[in-house]
């Protein structure tokens, strides 16, 4: 065995996906080529030290106390934010629908998913705390609202579409758009690429190719060693 | 043979598919010790990875707690044929490069000359040979002068003992693509670690024969 063939084994060899035959003709080369067994050594050494050197610092103790009170944090202004948002969405609710029932977003099975916009709609109207008089009307300006609206069912369009496409329910394509639309209201900012939510992946198989060239039972691969 | 299987990595086989599934399920429904579960469960390997990635405590455990916090605000969409794990780091590495391109666009290059002296476990290791001390520096300096994208695959095969499926998953690339980073990754590290001193290679064949 030529040392250009002994490297072509070397990631084989590593990953332990090596054949016997083949293994046993690399041990062979290696024992009588420094090159090789100099290169070998190295990163077999470099692995295992990447693999067992002592972890630098765990997590500080209060950690998960700060994370669940940043939990904590998150669900309370969620409720503002929403409350908030209602006032705004709530009533257009109903028209970015007819705008999607229209484009012909909704098939056979439209029916359970609009379900979804209904509640947020409801909701809007059983809370009186959001009753004319009760608003705040310094906090947004008509201007705002309307765009605010206008790119909420503009993204809508473009989230459900996109998530259609990827095979999720409109329920969750909705709920991503409303709190994009949240974030827009809170931050006075569009829609951009640091959307929250927007760094997050998908939570299916995120592309095609895993897909078609997947073992059967892919999730538990490597899970349990 | 080649990963050890020197269990480095935190306890999250230790609850089985069914009790993570039951764990998520009461998550969703927002309770908050099945939160604490997860925190404690994940916590500490995803911090490990996230810190060997950025290497800087302060915003390792920021990008860990932001990685949490989006993980357990999408716990809709998480689909439980998958591991949570994977999911988490996942969002954990997204936050990563985040960070490191947000870095990237503040000082135009890291110091590597600076990256021992910032290291914690070099005060860890003190204790080891100082030869030994100056191989394993060497060795992780290595690491850092990868790209993200190798650097990340590196340590979750070597460290975190993910799978390529699993690492595929992790990255978003297709496994072939993780295939390659993984042996460009070698490649790198061989040109690095290469031009070792004498001394330094004697003390690297001692590692390894205690390697096995
Ligand atoms: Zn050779």
């Given at each position: 065995?030529?040392?250009e063939?002994?490297e072509?084994l070397f990631d084989?060899?590593?990953?332990?996906?090596l054949?016997d035959?083949?293994?046993?003709?690399?041990?062979?080369?290696?024992l009588?080529?420094?090159?090789?067994?100099?290169?070998?050594?190295?990163?077999e050494?470099?692995?295992?030290i990447i693999?067992?050197?002592?972890?630098?610092?765990?997590?500080?103790?209060?950690?998960?106390?700060?994370l669940?009170?940043?939990?904590?944090?998150?669900?309370s202004?969620?409720?503002?934010k929403?409350?908030?948002?209602?006032y705004?969405?709530?009533?257009?609710?109903?028209?970015?629908l007819i705008?999607l029932?229209?484009?012909?977003?909704?098939?056979?099975?439209?029916v359970?998913k609009?379900?979804?916009?209904?509640?947020?709609?409801?909701?809007?109207?059983?809370?009186?705390?959001?009753?004319?008089?009760?608003?705040?009307?310094?906090?947004?300006?008509?201007?705002?609202?309307d765009?605010?609206?206008?790119?909420?069912?503009?993204?809508t369009?473009?989230?459900?579409?996109?998530?259609?496409?990827?095979?999720?329910?409109?329920?969750?394509?909705?709920?991503?758009?409303?709190h994009?639309?949240?974030?827009?209201?809170?931050?006075?900012?569009?829609?951009?690429?640091?959307?929250?939510?927007?760094?997050?992946?998908?939570?299916d198989?995120?592309?095609?190719?895993?897909?078609?060239?997947n073992a059967?039972?892919?999730?538990?691969?490597?899970?349990?060693? | 043979m080649l990963?050890?299987?020197?269990?480095?990595?935190g306890?999250?086989?230790?609850?089985?598919?069914?009790?993570e599934?039951?764990l998520?399920?009461?998550?969703?429904?927002?309770?908050?010790?099945?939160?604490?579960?997860?925190?404690?469960?994940?916590g500490d390997?995803?911090?490990?990875?996230?810190?060997?990635?950025?290497?800087?405590?302060?915003?390792?455990?920021?990008?860990?707690q932001?990685?949490?916090?989006?993980?357990?605000?999408?716990i809709?969409?998480?689909?439980?044929?998958?591991?949570?794990?994977?999911?988490?780091f996942?969002i954990?590495?997204?936050?990563?490069?985040?960070?490191?391109?947000?870095?990237?666009?503040?000082?135009?290059d890291?110091?590597?000359?600076?990256?021992?002296?910032a290291n914690?476990?070099?005060?860890?290791?003190?204790?080891?040979?100082e030869d030994?001390?100056?191989?394993?520096s060497?060795?992780?300096?290595?690491?850092?002068?990868?790209?993200?994208?190798?650097?990340?695959?590196?340590?979750?095969?070597?460290?975190?003992?993910f799978?390529?499926?699993?690492?595929?998953?992790i990255?978003?690339?297709?496994?072939?693509?993780?295939?390659?980073?993984l042996?460009?990754?070698?490649?790198r590290?061989?040109?690095?670690?290469d031009?070792?001193?004498?001394?330094?290679?004697?003390?690297?064949?001692?590692?390894?024969?205690?390697?096995?």
């Amino acid at each position: 065995m030529l040392c250009e063939q002994a490297e072509q084994l070397f990631d084989a060899y590593l990953d332990g996906e090596l054949s016997d035959a083949l293994a046993t003709e690399l041990g062979a080369h290696r024992l009588k080529c420094p090159n090789c067994r100099r290169a070998l050594a190295l990163l077999e050494v470099t692995g295992h030290i990447i693999g067992s050197d002592k972890e630098p610092a765990g997590l500080s103790e209060l950690f998960s106390d700060r994370l669940l009170a940043c939990v904590d944090d998150q669900k309370s202004q969620r409720t503002v934010k929403l409350r908030r948002a209602m006032y705004i969405a709530g009533p257009v609710a109903a028209a970015a629908l007819i705008v999607l029932a229209f484009a012909g977003f909704f098939d056979g099975r439209g029916v359970a998913k609009v379900a979804g916009v209904k509640e947020i709609k409801t909701q809007s109207d059983a809370d009186d705390s959001l009753a004319p008089g009760k608003r705040d009307a310094a906090s947004y300006t008509k201007e705002g609202a309307d765009l605010a609206l206008s790119r909420w069912i503009e993204q809508t369009r473009r989230n459900v579409d996109a998530k259609r496409r990827s095979g999720e329910t409109l329920r969750h394509a909705l709920d991503a758009t409303l709190h994009e639309t949240l974030d827009f209201l809170e931050e006075g900012e569009g829609f951009d690429a640091h959307a929250p939510g927007s760094d997050l992946p998908p939570s299916d198989a995120p592309a095609e190719s895993f897909d078609d060239e997947n073992a059967p039972d892919e999730t538990d691969e490597g899970g349990d060693r | 043979m080649l990963r050890q299987g020197i269990s480095v990595t935190g306890t999250s086989s230790a609850i089985s598919r069914e009790q993570e599934r039951e764990l998520i399920s009461r998550v969703r429904v927002g309770d908050r010790n099945a939160y604490r579960e997860l925190v404690d469960q994940h916590g500490d390997r995803l911090h490990a990875f996230i810190w060997r990635m950025v290497r800087n405590h302060h915003d390792a455990e920021d990008i860990c707690q932001d990685a949490f916090l989006k993980a357990f605000a999408s716990i809709d969409s998480f689909k439980s044929q998958y591991r949570f794990s994977t999911w988490l780091f996942t969002i954990g590495y997204r936050v990563c490069l985040n960070q490191i391109r947000r870095k990237r666009a503040v000082s135009t290059d890291i110091d590597f000359n600076a990256l021992p002296d910032a290291n914690p476990s070099d005060n860890a290791i003190a204790a080891e040979s100082e030869d030994a001390a100056r191989v394993r520096s060497k060795i992780w300096e290595a690491v850092d002068r990868l790209t993200p994208p190798q650097r990340a695959t590196v340590l979750l095969f070597y460290r975190q003992e993910f799978g390529c499926q699993e690492i595929a998953r992790i990255l978003q690339l297709p496994p072939a693509t993780v295939k390659s980073h993984l042996h460009r990754a070698r490649d790198r590290l061989r040109d690095l670690l290469d031009p070792m001193t004498e001394r330094d290679w004697t003390c690297f064949r001692n590692l390894s024969e205690r390697a096995g």
